[in-house]
């Protein structure tokens, strides 16, 4: 008997390829974040008011994008559950795992918080496949080797145990990568039902409600008046090219590809950090560097062109 192979349709590979790039320039957008933070920190903000002025900023785009999700799609109202679950994930995703990976950044260099949140996505896959019986297929097994051992050999000259309050800061963006991994793994069934936009406008309005209630609660309003016209100007940025464009992006990659495929591709983040943080914070960039960055980038590639 003849095998007859069955093509994989058109449409859903460019789809495939369309949720590939969204997820991968989200990661980049992502990736500048913690180089905003540092250099915010030169001027003497702590990390929740920080945090605050990026969510203030970022709540008009999220509002806006509320309201044009429910004119244009006709969107029927929400469910008491889906309430619940916007709730939970939008203080897990973008009110938690931000405020202790913006706490960790007072301690450790931008490298090595890149290289903690990179744990996510074996975190992801592990949460997946505990939670839903996933099982964790060859390709996606290849790209985290690929991955992996790009990432140590990347960060492997950079870490050291004697920096100053390193445990406390690696334990924050640790809890900030755990908290971002089970956002992942609980939006990728809401994301289906409410849509990217809608999903993300909702959400992340309800993370900026939740760090404005918490500022309120421990620092008097008026001190966001009273910072650097630097720190608002780093403020605006993060907000708009590090936190609302690739929030987006990364509900519509998600959707496409599934949250275990973003998160593989999201391996590439501590390479731009690198990258970034060589031009804008003077750390290091060695040849061992540029190795691991093509090993990381041969495993986002691995995972992004699979059928």
């Known amino acids: 008997m003849t095998d007859i192979t069955i093509p994989v349709p058109r449409t859903r590979r460019t789809g495939s390829l369309i ?63 889906d309430w619940v679950t916007l709730g939970i994930l939008g203080f897990l995703g973008f009110y938690l795992a931000s405020l202790f990976d913006f706490m960790g950044l007072e301690y450790i260099s931008a490298s090595l918080e890149r290289l903690i949140v990179f744990l996510y996505p074996t975190l992801v896959v592990l949460l997946a496949a505990f939670f839903f019986r996933k099982r964790i297929t060859p390709p996606v097994i290849t790209a985290l080797v690929l991955s992996y051992a790009g990432i140590l050999l ?56 939740i760090v404005g209630f918490h500022f309120g609660l421990t620092h008097p309003v008026a001190e966001l008046t009273l910072q650097t016209p630097e720190v608002y100007k780093l403020a605006i940025v993060m907000a708009v090219f590090s936190t609302v464009l690739p929030a987006f992006m990364l509900s ?18 501590p390479v731009f950090t690198i990258v970034l943080a060589y031009f804008l914070l003077g750390e290091s960039l060695s040849g061992d560097q540029l190795i691991g960055a093509v090993l990381v980038l041969a495993g986002v590639l691995w995972i992004s062109v699979r059928k």
């Open 252 to 269: 519509a990659g998600i959707r496409r590809i599934g949250a275990g495929k973003a998160s593989i591709i999201g391996s590439a983040g």
């Open 19 to 81: 949720g590939a790039l969204f997820a991968f320039t989200a990661t980049f957008a992502f990736s500048a974040k913690a180089v905003l933070v540092k250099l915010a920190y030169i001027h003497s903000v702590d990390a929740l008011t920080l945090l605050t002025l990026r969510m203030l900023f970022s709540l008009p785009f999220f509002l806006m994008a509320a309201v044009w999700s429910l004119r244009s799609n006709g969107a029927g109202r929400l469910e008491r559950r």
């Open 154 to 209: 990347v960060f492997a000259r950079d870490v050291s145990l004697d920096q100053n309050n390193i445990l406390i800061g690696s334990a924050l963006v640790f809890g900030s990568t755990l908290a971002y991994a089970l956002y992942l793994i609980g939006c990728d069934g809401i994301i289906t039902r409410l849509g990217p936009v809608r999903f993300t406008a909702y959400a992340m309005t309800i993370s900026c409600l």
